[in-house]
């Protein structure tokens, strides 16, 4: 509710922000009513009047998150199930993973891909298994990555995890 002149009223509706709900895209609608109150001995009528502004609120790409365990422990020379890393983007339908190894450290292997969706390749430098489609079947071929160490290869090893959602 605001009172006052109409050049004070019309300097603080074009000063107006407005800020959606979190995640709301689409269309939305704003009210606006004026109304003049009139001194009862110059214009004894009370005027008004109403208008609704349509706003367009468009949809932004936001970031998938990667989640999950940090830090997995292995004993040398056995498979390591890499299991509790997990994946979400509030509006992606398709997501892209790829997790990476040094070549010098083992392979990885996806005991559960669906073989159209999912890749391993060696570049030389790293072993890489790279898994594209909806955001459940990457996320459960995740859940069946294994790590195999090469022979006698022991202490820290590095796995790389990098997400796309592909733009959407």
């Known amino acids: 509710f605001l009172r006052g002149s109409a050049a004070n ?23 606006v009513e ?16 109403t208008e609704r502004r349509s706003l367009i609120v468009v949809a932004i790409n936001d970031f998938p998150t990667l989640g999950g365990q940090n830090v997995f422990n292995g004993t040398e020379d056995h498979a390591l199930n890499i299991s ?9 339908t398709d997501m892209k993973v790829v997790l990476s190894v040094p070549t ?12 159209s969706e999912v890749v391993l390749f060696s570049n030389g430098d790293s072993t890489q298994l790279v898994a594209l489609g909806p955001v459940a079947l ?3 071929v995740i859940n ?9 290869v022991n ?9 796309n959602d592909e733009g959407s």
């Open 9 to 31: 009223i019309t300097s603080v509706l074009v000063a107006l922000t407005y800020t959606p709900l979190p995640e709301q895209n689409g269309a939305d609608e704003m009210k």
């Open 34 to 49: 004026a109304v003049d109150v009139p001194s009862a001995s110059v214009f004894p009528r009370r005027t008004e009047d």
């Open 84 to 92: 509790n890393i997990t994946i979400d983007d509030v509006d992606a």
């Open 104 to 115: 010098d450290s083992g392979t990885l292997a996806a005991t559960n891909p669906d073989p």
């Open 138 to 140: 990457v996320q459960a």
């Open 144 to 152: 069946s990555v294994v790590f195999q160490p090469k022979a006698n």
């Open 155 to 163: 202490g820290r090893q590095y796995l790389s995890v990098r997400l």
